[in-house]
T-cell receptor
Framework: AQTVTQSQPEMSVQEAETVTLSCTYDTSESDYYLFWYKQPPSRQMILVIRQEAYKQQNATENRFSVNFQKAAKSFSLKISDSQLGDAAMYFCAYRSANYGQNFVFGPGTRLSVLP | DTGVSQNPRHKITKRGQNVTFRCDPISEHNRLYWYRQTLGQGPEFLTYFQNEAQLEKSRLLSDRFSAERPKGSFSTLEIQRTEQGDSAMYLC?????????????FGQGTRLTVV
C-alpha cells in the first residue's frame, strides 16, 4: 500500500519570504499523480498544485511550485512571497494512475505566516 | 453553487444512536469519496463510488458504517450505534471519471461529536 509522509508537523515563515514544505511517499508504481492541498482553519480543502509522475518538468502555479524528485520519491512545495492568507494546513496526497484508486494523504504540515 | 455540498455541517449525538450524513457531489462527477479526518491529522480514506457502484472500502469502515449512492447521484454515510471514537470530521469529495489524474473536489465536511 502507498504511504505519504510529511516530516514537518509545523512550519512558520515571515510574510514575503519563501518556505518549503517536505513530502515523501512510498510506492512501487511508476505512474501516479501527486497533489498539494490547502485546508484553512474551519474551511474546506482546496487544491494548490498537482504533478503527473510521467512529467519531468516541475509544476508551478503562480507563487507555488514543486520540486518533484521521482527517484527519491520526494515532492516538496515551495511557497514564494508568502502572504497571511497562506496560513493553513497543507496536505500532500498521492493517487495511483490505475483506474479506481483513492487518494492517500499525508498527516499534514501546519504553516503559520508571521507579519 | 456548484461545489460539493455536505449536510449537516455539524451533528451532536449520544453514544449508541445512529446518524446519517448526506453528500451532493458536483453534478458531472461520477466518482465520490468519503474520508474521515480527526483533529490535526490528514484525511483517512473510508470508501469510494464509481457512479452507484461501491468499488473500494477501507478496513477502517467497520460493519457499523454503511454508505450508499443510489442512482449515482448523492451519497449517504450512516453510522450505527455510534461510539465516542467516531467523533471526527467526515469529508466527501468528488472527481470526474474521464480523466484519472484529476484532483478531488472536497465539501466542507460534517463534524460529528459523540457524547
Amino acid at each position: 500500500a502507498q504511504t505519504v509522509t510529511q516530516s514537518q508537523p509545523e512550519m512558520s515563515v515571515q510574510e514575503a519570504e519563501t518556505v518549503t514544505l517536505s513530502c515523501t511517499y512510498d510506492t512501487s508504481e511508476s505512474d501516479y499523480y501527486l497533489f498539494w492541498y490547502k485546508q484553512p482553519p474551519s474551511r474546506q480543502m482546496i487544491l494548490v498544485i498537482r504533478q503527473e509522475a510521467y512529467k519531468q518538468q516541475n509544476a508551478t502555479e503562480n507563487r507555488f511550485s514543486v520540486n518533484f524528485q521521482k527517484a527519491a520519491k520526494s515532492f516538496s512545495l515551495k511557497i514564494s512571497d508568502s502572504q497571511l492568507g497562506d496560513a493553513a494546513m497543507y496536505f500532500c496526497a498521492y493517487r495511483s494512475a490505475n483506474y479506481g484508486q483513492n487518494f492517500v494523504f499525508g498527516p499534514g504540515t501546519r504553516l503559520s505566516v508571521l507579519p | 453553487d456548484t461545489g460539493v455540498s455536505q449536510n449537516p455541517r455539524h451533528k451532536i449525538t449520544k453514544r449508541g444512536q445512529n446518524v446519517t450524513f448526506r453528500c451532493d457531489p458536483i453534478s458531472e462527477h461520477n466518482r465520490l469519496y468519503w474520508y474521515r479526518q480527526t483533529l490535526g491529522q490528514g484525511p483517512e480514506f473510508l470508501t469510494y463510488f464509481q457512479n452507484e457502484a461501491q468499488l473500494e472500502k477501507s478496513r477502517l469502515l467497520s460493519d457499523r458504517f454503511s454508505a450508499e449512492r443510489p442512482k449515482g447521484s448523492f451519497s449517504t454515510l450512516e453510522i450505527q450505534r455510534t461510539e465516542q471514537g467516531d467523533s471526527a470530521m467526515y469529508l466527501c469529495a468528488s472527481s470526474p471519471g474521464q480523466v484519472h489524474g484529476t484532483e478531488a473536489f472536497f465539501g466542507q465536511g460534517t463534524r460529528l461529536t459523540v457524547v
